[in-house]
């Protein structure tokens, strides 16, 4: 129970200090950004999965953090330099995708049986929400074709935290009511 508190307030603190680092050098600035965004969805994986914690519980983590391959797809080149000076919409940086990888689960949910993997759909889809939005203060966040202004930072930390603990919501809706009935599903 402390554990997850532990990984929230962990959550907030990092997010909120992560980008206060600049750096001049491009490829640092390149890794600082990548390694931002892994240690967010690692804190949001840990906070979701909290009662299983074994490395599939942090695959979400890995998927959020390598969407960032589609600014070379968008350049059409593999140079970091073109990469970063995108004038095109990267096609998954949109939330058109967690927002559809979220519908369709939740339409094809009576054909998978797995309590995990509805933890894992949820923290993936938490994951690409905030990297969105991490994006989304330079750049501002797409949906569709339009997209937003950039985000002011303290917006992004209020909307990132509010995602972030939300925890109990989205799973209590997805819920068998036999899991509620039982309490089977453990909530902090
Ligand atoms: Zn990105």
């Known amino acids: ?29 390149v890794i600082h950004d990548i390694a931002g965004h892994f240690i967010q969805s690692v804190f949001i994986c840990s906070i979701y ?12 983590a890995g998927i959020a953090s390598v969407i960032d ?5 968008a350049a059409g080149s593999f140079s970091i330099k073109s990469a970063t000076k995108l004038q095109k919409q990267a096609p998954f940086h949109n939330l058109l995708l967690p927002l ?10 009576r054909f998978f049986k797995s309590e995990r993997l509805l933890t894992l759909i949820i923290s993936l889809c938490i994951c690409l929400v905030v990297h969105l939005y991490r994006d989304g203060i330079r750049r501002g966040v797409a949906i569709g074709q339009y997209r937003s202004e950039p985000i002011p930072f303290a917006a992004y930390i209020f909307y990132i935290t509010t995602y972030t603990f939300s925890v109990e919501i989205l799973l209590k809706l997805h819920a068998s009511p036999k899991d509620l009935a039982t309490e089977k599903l453990i909530l902090p």
Do not use: Q
């Not at 009662?51 to 942090?58: G, H, K, P, R, S």
């Open 1 to 29: 129970m402390e554990y997850i508190w532990l990984a929230r307030i962990g959550f907030v603190i990092f997010s909120n200090g992560i980008d206060f680092l600049h750096f001049e050098n491009l490829y640092f600035r």
């Open 100 to 109: 559809g990888i979220f519908a369709l689960f939740s339409l094809l949910k």
């Open 69 to 73: 391959i589609d600014h070379f797809y």
């Open 49 to 60: 999965s909290f009662t299983e914690l074994d490395w599939i519980a942090f695959i979400p």
